[in-house]
């Protein structure tokens, strides 16, 4: 079945740094991939998610990238503030049914 | 409008004891979906619902574990003989159908002492 693999599974940078989480799947056939954020005690919500017929969709300062090829797709946050701080989880479907997480990113914007 | 609701949200039990966990998905929404999340941990796919289709039980841990839905409203997860390891949040997601984006309820913790 898919496995997704996710790195790191930490991260700290400082307020206005850039951050990227990186993710790999095993099932060529997915071609759903939905990013969540989750803060503490909260559910997890959806930030932005990409379907298998774009390479990249970017939403403020939000983007995600696929490379179906290579089987990898990545989470870029520019301009990091401190509300960014939260776990990060991606995920693949195919068909977009049940979805397969990642074990997810603790980030941690420091002030 | 309302979003996913779960109940109870906290359930502590014994080992060896039934629980049952109650999913009220955001109306209108055909597809239900139950997620487990382990302390520090993913979320582990359980079972998904779609309409008047068979579910997708692939995810269950072992027979222990069932679930029902009522048509497309309500869903329960039912967890027999209790373990310890089965302790974690318990995590139900509706959307419009397969295709759409997936709403997460607050979670039920189920805590097995």
């Known amino acids: 079945g898919e496995n997704v693999e996710q790195h790191p599974s930490t991260l700290s940078v400082q307020e206005g740094d850039s951050a990227v989480i990186k993710c790999t799947y095993s099932d060529s056939a997915s071609n759903y991939f939905p990013w969540y954020k989750q803060e503490l005690g909260k559910r997890p919500q959806l930030i932005i998610d990409?379907?298998?017929?774009?390479g990249e969709k970017k939403d403020q300062r939000i983007a995600v990238t696929l490379n179906k090829t290579a089987k990898h797709f990545s989470l870029h946050i520019t301009e990091t503030q401190p509300e960014d701080s939260a776990v990060y989880f991606c995920a693949a479907s195919i068909n977009t049914g049940k979805l397969i997480f990642g074990q997810g990113t603790t980030l941690q914007v420091k002030p | 409008g309302a979003g996913v609701s779960q109940s109870p949200s906290n359930k502590v039990t014994e080992k060896g004891k039934d629980v049952e966990l109650r999913c009220d998905p955001i109306s209108g929404h055909t597809a239900l979906y139950w997620y487990r999340q382990s302390l520090g941990q993913g979320l582990e796919f359980l079972i998904y619902?779609?309409?008047?289709?068979?579910?997708?039980k692939s995810g269950l841990p072992s027979d222990r574990f069932s679930a029902e839905r009522t048509g497309e409203s309500v869903s329960t997860l039912t967890i027999q003989r209790t373990q310890q390891e089965d302790s974690a949040v318990y995590l139900c997601?509706?959307?419009?159908?397969?295709?759409?984006?997936?709403?997460f309820g607050p979670g039920t913790r189920l805590t097995v002492l």
């Open positions: 990409i379907r298998s017929n774009v």
């Open positions: 997601a509706s959307s419009w159908d397969r295709g759409s984006e997936q709403f």
């Open positions: 619902f779609q309409g008047n289709s068979a579910p997708d």
